[in-house]
């Protein structure tokens, strides 16, 4: 749902269609130990920012070089555990290079790592919305104007230079087998804190539709199934999101009235993975519609398994027909480069 425009620029220098061209022929990698993941993420000292992820059993530090954003060159060195949260870093380098140095951990009661101190130095941990478990995740202030608002934005028109391009009629997604349907848009447990739709069923085009069963039976083929969280959205609701932001947050969000969204066209879904078996949805790097640098394809923090798990469902996706984007794991859009317009045929009106 959140919009190109946040965080831009984050990742620029990678190039997103040779990113993942293994991950369907890979074995999954094992999930670590609870104890490691809770020392995973963010930590920022000293004017520096220090990254750690797991990678084959292993812990990794990304030093980030100044000006690069998203970690994507930054300096990475292997830890070498010594004991438990106490580490050494044996490369050489802008953190090293007086030789080894020490690396320690320090946790809160709960487990979860708090600070970082490289040898003389010490960093601070900063948690990421709903990345503490039962934490706070991030959401706009509630507003009491909902009726108004969507009155105002079922009045206002498509503009005209989107309504031109190609239509294709819209498909109920409840008709696919195998994926699990969770409008997260239909209820209050959102980034909005309020219903944008007024109904669960979710759409897209015929072709978008039959492109994401194609996706479904890939990732079946290695016991996952797909959910959606978001697909077609008619215009009016667009127009709605757009006017429930304040002022200093509309760039979250394409401008309705000169962009649109993908969605509007019924070709753009927002997609993750559950395991069909126990009906537990996979935890990716991010949660969906997580404001973060985490929300960015290739963010390269997480566990190994979190990564080829959103690896998956890209090279699925991409497999499909959809083409993925960079500030958003979740998010792709079938037939990309036609020009569709954009529609605002009401949920209810559809069957």
């Not at 195998?178 to 759409?203: C, H, W």
Request: proline share 5%.
């Amino acid at each position: 749902m959140l919009g190109k425009k946040l965080l831009a620029g984050v990742i620029a220098g990678f190039i997103f269609s040779n990113f993942y061209n293994d991950a369907l022929a890979k074995r999954a990698p094992e999930e670590p130990q609870r104890d490691v993941k809770y020392i995973l993420g963010l930590y920022y000292g000293n004017g520096e920012n220090i990254l750690i992820r797991e990678d084959g059993g292993e812990l990794q530090l990304f030093y980030r070089i100044p000006g690069d954003k998203c970690f994507a060159n930054s300096n990475v060195y292997p830890l070498t555990k010594n004991r438990f949260d106490h580490y050494t870093m044996i490369e050489a380098g802008p953190m090293s290079r007086f030789g080894e140095v020490s690396v320690k951990f320090e946790r809160d009661e709960d487990g979860y790592g708090t600070s970082l101190r490289i040898g003389g130095h010490v960093y601070t941990r900063y948690f990421f919305s709903g990345e503490r478990e039962g934490g706070e995740v991030m959401r706009l202030p509630a507003r009491t104007d909902w009726d108004a608002l969507r009155h105002e934005a079922n009045s206002i028109s498509v503009p005209a230079a989107l309504s031109r391009g190609k239509q294709e009629p819209l498909v109920n997604l409840a008709t696919l087998k195998g994926i699990r349907l969770k409008n997260v848009y239909a209820g209050s447990d959102n980034f909005f804190q309020a219903p944008l739709y007024t109904t669960e069923r979710m759409y897209l085009t015929r072709s978008a539709a039959a492109a994401l069963a194609k996706a479904q039976a890939e990732v079946a083929k290695h016991g996952y199934s797909l959910i959606v969280w978001d697909a077609y959205r008619p215009w009016s609701v667009s127009k709605l999101a757009s006017m429930a932001l304040p002022a200093n947050q509309k760039d979250m969000l394409e401008n309705p009235d000169t962009e649109g969204s993908p969605h509007n066209t019924g070709n753009a879904v927002d997609v993750g993975l559950y395991e069909p078996s126990t009906g537990v949805e996979m935890e990716m790097i991010s949660g969906f519609d997580e404001p973060s640098v985490r929300q960015y394809s290739k963010f390269p923090g997480g566990t190994s398994y979190q990564r080829y798990l959103r690896a998956l469902l890209t090279e699925a996706m991409l497999n499909a027909g959809f083409t993925g984007v960079e500030h958003e794991w979740w998010h792709f859009q079938y037939q990309a480069n036609v020009q569709y317009a954009h529609l605002n045929i009401a949920l209810e009106n559809l069957k």
